[in-house]
């Protein structure tokens, strides 16, 4: 029974039928708006979680700035305002009358941060000023997709100052890497490739740009966050000065740094298979469910015992016994929306004093003895979150190639990723890559690594197409 | 040394100097909107978390909405359109040109949410649904004051739908008992008044509205959380309809509550003082700060370890050794943010083994062994949270008086509030009070409990002046 489109016929479209049979987002009303779903805001709190504690663990603070902002803020950075006027959503009437100056509805809080930073920053004593705030932002979108790109969205950006431009460069490095690095390798279980942009891929204002890109089940990739170095151009529009211990006034140097609900589109295209989602245990909002195979008295009592042995073992575990829906159904609702392990169990385990447990990821089943299920489960679901992991990184390293020159580059990422030299680009070579659609998604070392600049010998650029 | 405007003589310069020198919040650069600083957002998360989990105890689940709303969501519920006409900001341009359809930026998601709650019932089997979202919302003040009345907050609402009344209201009741008075009576230190609203001062369209209000410092009321039952008048105007056991179709009955950043609000104007803000330990981001006297190497070692030790111990605690800022300075800082207590140590102190550990509610200090810091801490913040409650409680108590007629009540409550038998105000009675500013808080039993019915017999109400 195929519930979903088949993933390699139509990827869009399967991408589409996964976010409606697992219940994971809608559209919303207005056009280019969603509705993220119970189980889909589910994924979003945990992401949240666990993204805000490692932003604090760096000594950032969280704060709330407002909603709407003067539109005179945004013409202040001029390099901006061309960048986002398009997207503004812009308010007009309030309090039942037309206002004298519209107001924006926030693309990012930059600005308006920036407002207030200057305010907080008198002397080196106050500095860093490390801000970060969750939030919805509006960007108006003619093409959206749910996730992928919405009129509205949620993200957290940070926005901090510094004394010097070793400080801000430091600091950017360590949330891109420690923050966002760190998280989508060991949570979302994706093998994400860290760089820099180019010059020409780089953030409006930007004097760095680092990025994370991961690839997706169809080959392209997704950017999944991004860290900005601003050198001291935002502190010179907004005026975000400071007393020196020397006695001088000096600019501030800034950095910005963002991830959003974005990142929910990529853990289900780069994760998704034909029969729906697949979660890693780190991050899923239900780790196991316990799936009774029939309606029967002595067994739902067992399967209620087993649910509260696993939650009192700290597993995120649910009982799904609906009545009126089949055993197949509720695999496959399972299945659908990527529920690690299963415990599936019927009257003749009950008899036999067994249990099935059925993995997502490999749809590999074994039966073990009931009474070792607390036992097994725990590192069943860390062999699930590792297997995940490398089963994506051989997926992109199959779809990765290692090639000389733009011709083979072009080629190459007709199905996947190509890594070529950086210098192999060379001047044009990105404005020839764009007439293919195709992108340079970062430039790093040959090793892998971040380069500290973008002069450095021999780095290497992954090109792509991308969403 | 002054630092704030004293209670007693300007409470709403008090309000605006503490909302300054304890850094919890600033205007915003469009009026009517707030910047809630680090200080103020994290009480923010703090509340937010623990009603978060009270509401998911309940078997609610978190969603989330859109921002913008279209105006025709709005004209379906002619009775709420008069309601929030005058207070809604309205985009007219997105995308670079104007709309065909202006959308508002929701003053309220129950519109966009009914819709999608009537897709989401089906059946019988799809009830109750239990749902809420944290988000910001806009209702455009002409008067803001922050925290309490501003063009944009946050808040959580809650929308339910359940296939009869008494479901609905049990549930409607559940919310207001378990989840809001709670944390209100046991984290927030509020004896907080429970009881209905009158016909006049209910939310249009509930057929019952339940309150909560506590006494700010000033003598006036504050409405702290309310829940609503709708009956099916919201399920009318959105179709939410679904197929009974019994094979017919039925129309739902629907509840909503809601708490916001007004709780912030009352939270200063309940419990602070001419010193600044008072947090009950339960709430506070920082329940402890350690304050070592001088600038002295062997000093900062050792609050450092006592630092490390509570903080192991699982308090939350902070040290503050900045240098260039006096003992002094430190601790009206300390009693300003209201973290409930100090531990004081100076060289004197060391050289003795003790230590002082100074109360916010009381201002009473102690000395003891420099041992027993670990073991006295914890028994202290659970003494100083139950203090903070009785003594809000004896205030509130001084200041409400039993009277038996309007007249007494209006002069009672010009200075607190007024408990009269419901059935002395009468018809009419609402609007005499309304002509003195003062208004029916709520209806409640003589004991203080909640009435089933607005008809019990012997029903009393409370009338105060009210924020
Ligand atoms: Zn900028
Ligand atoms: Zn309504």
């Known amino acids: 029974m195929a519930i979903l489109s088949p993933r390699g016929e139509d990827f869009p479209r399967w991408y589409q039928d996964v976010l409606a049979k697992a219940e994971l987002a809608d559209n919303g009303p207005v056009r280019g708006t969603m509705v993220i779903r119970p189980y889909g805001y589910a994924i979003w709190e945990r992401m949240q979680a666990d993204v805000d504690a490692r932003i604090k663990a760096t000594g950032a603070v969280n704060a709330y700035f407002p909603l709407f902002i003067p539109e ?8 901006h305002v061309e960048g986002f006027s398009p997207e503004l959503a812009v308010v007009t009437h309030g309090g039942g009358k037309e206002l004298e100056e519209p107001v924006v509805v926030r693309p990012t809080s930059e600005t308006v941060i920036g407002e207030y930073m200057a305010k907080w920053t008198q002397s080196y004593r106050d500095l860093p000023l490390l801000l970060n705030q969750w939030a919805n932002v509006v960007r108006w979108e003619l093409r959206p997709r749910l996730f992928l790109r919405t009129s509205e969205f949620l993200w957290q950006e940070g926005h901090t100052a510094h004394v010097d431009q070793a400080d801000a460069a430091a600091y950017a490095r360590r949330i891109h890497l420690e923050v966002y690095r760190e998280f989508m390798t060991s949570v979302l279980a994706l093998p994400v490739l860290v760089g820099r942009k180019t010059a020409k891929e780089r953030f409006a204002g930007a004097i760095n740009t680092l990025t994370l890109e991961a690839m997706m089940g169809d080959g392209k990739a997704l950017q999944m966050a991004t860290s900005h170095e601003l050198g001291q151009n935002f502190a010179r529009a907004f005026d975000i ?7 001088q006034r000096h600019l501030a140097w800034t950095t910005s740094w963002g991830s959003s609900t974005r990142m929910i589109g990529g853990l289900i295209m780069a994760h998704g298979d034909d029969n729906g989602l697949r979660i890693p245990p780190r991050l899923a909002p239900v780790q196991v469910i316990v799936l009774p195979v029939r309606d029967d008295a002595a067994l739902l009592e067992r399967v209620s015992q087993i649910t509260e042995g ?3 073992a700290g597993v995120r575990v649910q009982l799904d016994a609906r009545p009126g829906l089949s055993f197949g159904r509720r695999v496959t609702d399972a299945e659908l929306k990527g529920i690690p392990v299963r415990v599936e169990i019927g009257p ?4 036999a004093g067994s249990v099935t447990l059925a993995r ?19 590192a069943l679901l860390d062999d699930v979150q590792q297997n995940m992991y490398d089963a994506a990184l051989a997926a992109r390293d199959a779809r990765t190639r290692d090639v000389s020159d733009l011709a083979e580059a072009v080629e190459a990422a ?9 210098a192999a680009v060379g001047d044009g070579g990105e404005a020839k890559l764009a007439e293919e659609s195709l992108t340079v998604r970062c430039i790093q070392r040959p090793d892998g690594t971040l380069p500290d600049s973008g002069d450095e ?7 792509a197409r991308a969403y």
Chains 1, 2 share one sequence.
């Open 72 to 79: 005179s803020y945004l013409r202040r950075e001029a390099q």
């Open 241 to 247: 000065d400071f007393l020196g211990a020397d006695g």
């Open 310 to 312: 696993l939650r009192a």
């Open 348 to 351: 003749r385990d009950l008899a």
């Open 360 to 378: 997502r990821d490999t749809s590999e089943k074994i039966t073990i003895p009931l009474d070792d299920v607390l036992a097994r489960v725990p």
């Open 414 to 422: 007709s199905v996947g990723f190509a890594r070529l030299p950086w």
């Open 457 to 463: 010998p021999d780095l290497v650029c992954i090109v």
